[in-house]
Every structure is written in structure tokens, then in C-alpha cells.
């Protein structure tokens, strides 16, 4: 795969919104559009407690995640990440993942580390060391359950 990640730029913000339009509705509900929309475009102007990231694959933005300690609490969470629908189930978003928790590792060590996710997307983080602590039903929306996860390996 010609796959490489690297820091998210303004010039990536049409790409991620696809990619994250081509998961809706079956990973993120239409109203959190706005709210990723609103997310990437303070993302740059952040100070360092937000690292964002981009998937290119064969020179196409095909996906997007990061991580922060967005309540200042010296708490890291993983933060929108996401793969375009058409490239689901081909690896990218392992790639993606290993890739945060290596810059964790490296950026922010020592530091707890928290995912929310969905009924839909647990089982995935469960495979690389996350553990589920709370579940809320319908919290995003009726039907999409809200899992929050604490990572221990």
C-alpha cells in the first residue's frame, strides 16, 4: 500500500468532511457533521494539546484522527478518527490508530488514555488494548450507544 500519515492541514479539510460524510449514518449521526466541520477548522489554530493527523493513500486524503488533552486534565483522548467508507475493512484504520498511539507514546507518556465510541466501533479498539468502563445507550442518538473506553496495554 502506498499509505503514508501525516499532519492534518486546512488544505485536507474537504477530504476529511467525505470521509466523514461517508460514514453518516451508520458511525456518526448528521448533526455531528457541524461539529467535526467546526472541529477541523480550529484544529490548526490550536495550541499543542491537539495533534491531528491524515491517511494518504495513493495521494488522496482517505481518512483522518487525532488525539489531545482537550479538558486540560492531563488526560490524552482519541479524537474523530475516522476512514472513508470505501476503505473500510482494508487495514488504513489500524494504520491509523498505531500511528496515535505511537505519538502518544512518544509526546505524552505515561498518560491515561480514553476513547468514546459506538456499539459499532468497540470491538475494533477492543482488539488493540482498550477496555469498555461505561456504556450510555442511545447517548448520540436513538439507537447509537455510547461506549467509553480507557486503553491498558
Known amino acids: 500500500m502506498n499509505t503514508i500519515i501525516r499532519i492534518y492541514s486546512k488544505n485536507d479539510e474537504f477530504d476529511c468532511l467525505d470521509a466523514f460524510k461517508s ?51 492531563e488526560i490524552i483522548s482519541l479524537t474523530w478518527g475516522l476512514v472513508h467508507k470505501a476503505y473500510h475493512k482494508m487495514g488504513f484504520g489500524e494504520i491509523l490508530l498505531l500511528h496515535r498511539l505511537e505519538q502518544i507514546k512518544k509526546l505524552k507518556p505515561g498518560l491515561p488514555l480514553i476513547v468514546d465510541t459506538t456499539q459499532y466501533s468497540f470491538g475494533f479498539f477492543e482488539k488493540y488494548g482498550f477496555e469498555t468502563t461505561k456504556i450510555t445507550n442511545d447517548y448520540y442518538t436513538i439507537g447509537m450507544h455510547r461506549y467509553d473506553m480507557v486503553f491498558k496495554s
Open 23 to 73: 460514514n453518516v449514518p451508520d458511525y456518526f449521526t448528521i448533526e455531528e457533521i457541524i461539529e467535526f466541520q467546526n472541529f477541523l477548522q480550529k484544529v490548526e489554530i490550536e495550541d499543542n494539546r491537539i495533534h491531528f493527523y491524515v491517511v494518504v493513500y495513493d495521494e488522496k486524503v482517505i481518512g483522518c484522527g487525532g488525539f489531545g488533552d482537550k479538558n486540560n486534565n
